[in-house]
């Protein structure tokens, strides 16, 4: 709970986007929010962050959606881009480097090892350097829905504030204040079996990376990565049939004893020299029915919650921010009335739900084969992967076999096909579908070989042309759109690059409707009169080359 403050009530001005919470999820949702015009404030109920933090990998596909951001660059500053991992089956020990993996399409083909902790503190710089305070100590009393705006109540150090706001983003873990608000229900259940976590000391020097050990009774991870020691242990085991902590919230310490009981029979037999901190954490999987309510929304662990397993968490709520954050910028600064603004803000649900109902199936069945303890998984890692422990530097070795895994659970694979904002014209041009991942391929920007990712590295929406003789002649623009020409695009045509990195639109270059339609559609639009597009170069006498500025 927040400090009570003294009895002073007080009623503040009206930002655009409110953000409930200072998890990744908030801190990234409020950064996107910011950077596409939108005014932001950031309330989190704890005086400090949450620490020790839990999650510890930071995949592809979010540090693609975090560029345009600027904040790739101090991520991966801090991060191990090349990790060695040891996998322990039975007397068997295999070892992996997950670096340059065969993903030609992203700029970042490995896995990526980074504490929690090191991206919030990476995401509060920037706010912090942006004129955004995280304002801690801050609790959510209470919020309502209006015709013009939502109002909350918060308590904060220095009493009681309401406040009115264009729209309240639930960034609140899964004991989320705002998705009790909303009426949204929270369906799903508890796991039987449970993660414990520690930051140990080994009185003997281990080999650096990580290692992974698969017996009977579950999991142990090692990674070299804890906050309050040097190795972060996480280990699966059936709950134990007392009290467990509410989820989302600090656990209770494992004893010592349980703790080197884990390691040995998980065939790590090294004395802890010390333990720094451990904590019992209970595990559910849940999802919302529903992302928004009105002009509330959720996002992060307040929509979904998983098991640990391939490290979805963090990632999922990452690009929840990528996209709701974009979308309540462009309604909040449009000026466009409610009703013009329902498609853009119904997509959020519409396109991340189905997604985090595909994440929960993927790590419910990875965490199946990992943790469980009934008879077929148990027999599976401890006779089993033994057994077939000899051919797997093969397929280990396989790097695009291993490469595919990695695409699919660091979401490169995701697509909003069916949604309101992917738009095909008719007839449709070759290359790219609409609502697929944009991915990042060569292109020549005056003359010079680029990476495509790198062009569009800044906010907004990105308009690609192929160079031509006669450029076309482009209606009005608005401030969020930038324009480029670039070389080795793949089919003819137009394309209109989401802020989030999700095609939104592709037609044929003439089609003029279907481009005032998309732009109307995302709030895009600019009242008639404002200026066209600016681009980078003079334009010559076969119009403007290369890359394109903001209009």
Same mark, same amino acid.
């Given at each position: 709970m927040a400090a009570r403050g003294p009895a002073v009530s007080r009623t503040t001005g009206t930002p655009d986007v409110l953000v409930v919470g200072a998890g990744p999820t908030g801190l990234a949702l409020a950064l996107s929010a910011h950077h596409h015009g939108a005014g932001v404030r950031v309330v989190e109920r704890r005086p400090q962050a949450f620490r020790p933090s839990r999650a510890l990998i930071t995949h592809a596909r979010t540090l693609e959606v975090l560029r345009p951001l600027g904040v790739t660059d101090a991520l991966l500053a801090r991060a191990d881009t090349a990790p060695a991992a040891a996998l322990h089956l039975g007397n068997h020990v295999v070892e992996e480097r997950l670096a340059e993996l065969a993903l030609p399409d992203t700029s970042f083909p490995h896995l990526t090892l980074v504490r929690q902790a090191d991206v919030e503190a990476v995401f509060g710089t920037a706010l912090e350097e942006r004129g955004i305070r995280i304002e801690r100590g801050t609790e959510l009393l209470g919020v309502t829905d209006g015709a013009d705006r939502a109002v909350a109540e918060l308590r904060t150090p220095l009493g009681l504030e309401q406040l009115g706001c264009r729209f309240v983003a639930g960034c609140d873990g899964p004991a989320s204040t705002v998705r009790a608000f909303t009426g949204i229900g929270w369906r799903g259940g508890p796991y039987p079996e449970e993660v414990v976590l520690a930051d140990l000391e080994f009185d003997d020097d281990r080999a650096t990376g990580t290692h992974v050990v698969a017996g009977r009774q579950g999991l142990v991870f090692l990674f070299p990565l804890g906050e309050s020691a040097t190795w972060r242990m996480l280990a699966t085991r059936p709950a134990p049939d007392v009290p467990a902590p509410a989820f989302g919230q600090p656990g209770p310490p494992v004893e010592r004893a349980e703790l080197e009981r884990l390691l040995r029979d998980a065939g790590f037999d090294d004395p802890i020299g010390e333990v720094a901190w451990s904590e019992r954490v209970p595990l559910q999987h849940r999802l919302a029915p529903m992302f928004r309510s009105g002009r509330l929304f959720l996002a992060g662990d307040a929509a979904h919650a998983y098991s640990p397993a391939t490290g979805q968490g963090m990632n999922a709520g990452i690009q929840d921010a990528a996209n709701l954050g974009w979308k309540l910028a462009f309604a909040a600064t449009s000026g466009t009335p409610p009703a013009g603004l329902r498609p853009l803000l119904d997509s959020y649900?519409?396109?991340? !739900?189905? +997604?985090?109902?595909?994440?929960?199936?993927?790590? %419910?069945?990875?965490?199946?084969?990992?943790?469980?303890?009934?008879?077929? =998984?148990?027999?599976?890692?401890?006779?089993?992967?033994p057994l077939a422990a000899p051919a797997a530097p093969?397929?280990? %070795?396989?790097?695009?076999?291993?490469?595919?895994? &990695?695409?699919? &659970?660091?979401?490169?694979? +995701?697509?909003?096909?069916?949604?309101?904002?992917?738009?095909?014209?008719?007839?449709?041009?070759?290359?790219?579908?609409?609502?697929?991942?944009?991915?990042?391929? =060569?292109?020549?920007?005056?003359?010079?070989?680029?990476?495509l990712h790198t062009q569009l590295a800044t906010p907004g929406v990105h308009m690609l042309l192929r160079p031509q003789a006669a450029p076309p002649v482009l209606p009005p623009l608005g401030p969020h759109v930038t324009v480029h020409r670039l070389e080795g695009l793949p089919g003819e045509g137009l394309t209109l690059v989401r802020p989030d990195g999700y095609i939104g639109l592709r037609c044929a270059e003439a089609d003029m409707t279907a481009l005032r339609d998309w732009l109307r559609r995302t709030a895009?639009?600019?009242?008639?009169? !404002?200026?066209?597009?600016?681009?980078?170069?003079?334009?010559?006498?076969?119009? =403007?080359?290369?890359?394109?500025?903001?209009?």
């Open positions: 649900s519409a396109e991340r !739900r189905p +997604v985090a109902l595909g994440r929960l199936l993927l790590t %419910h069945a990875a965490f199946w084969g990992e943790a469980s303890t009934a008879p077929l =998984p148990s027999w599976l890692r401890g006779t089993v992967a093969l397929l280990l %070795h396989r790097r695009r076999l291993v490469a595919q895994g &990695i695409r699919t &659970i660091s979401q490169l694979r +995701v697509h909003y096909r069916g949604s309101a904002l992917s738009v095909e014209a008719s007839p449709r041009p070759a290359g790219w579908r609409a609502g697929d991942r944009l991915p990042d391929l =060569p292109v020549a920007v005056f003359g010079r070989v680029s990476r895009t639009l600019p009242e008639q009169g !404002r200026a066209q597009a600016v681009w980078d170069s003079e334009p010559g006498p076969n119009g =403007p080359s290369g890359a394109a500025s903001d209009a």
